[in-house]
């Protein structure tokens, strides 16, 4: 911002400084602070609190094949089931048992105002 104010006072022919050309700032703001910020957010994660997301995949991948080996070495024969399926399962009955609860409640207020 203090760039767009210099080159406006050095190259505008106004008077006076600040005045709707600041406008045009906004909308280049709007991009780049969220961009600056989440660099920051990750650069920060990772060297100072020592947050590697990448290391903790592959440590939970370790885990996870470790475990199905146990498992398969004992005998045991589970399932996979992605969890987007089981969300998409849950998120679609829920909402179709909460549209029919309202448009229950909507019949019933009908039929009360229509006995009337």
């Not at 006076?16 to 660099?39: E, G, H, Q, R, S």
């Not at 440590?59 to 398969?72: G, I, S, V």
Request: net charge negative.
């Amino acid at each position: 911002m203090y760039a767009f104010q210099i080159f406006e006072v050095m190259y505008s022919l106004d008077e006076a400084i600040d005045t709707k050309n600041v406008l045009w700032i906004l909308p280049v703001c709007m991009i780049v602070i969220p961009f600056v910020y989440f660099i920051r957010l990750k650069l920060f994660d990772k060297y100072v609190h020592g947050i590697d997301m990448e290391a903790m995949a592959a440590e939970l991948d370790y885990y996870k094949n470790k475990e199905k080996a146990e498992l398969d070495k004992a005998g045991i024969t589970v399932s996979e089931v992605s969890p987007e399926v089981v969300e998409d399962d849950l998120s679609s009955s829920l909402a179709r048992r909460t549209l029919n609860d309202i448009f229950k409640q909507m019949q019933t207020a009908m039929k009360s105002l229509l006995s009337l």
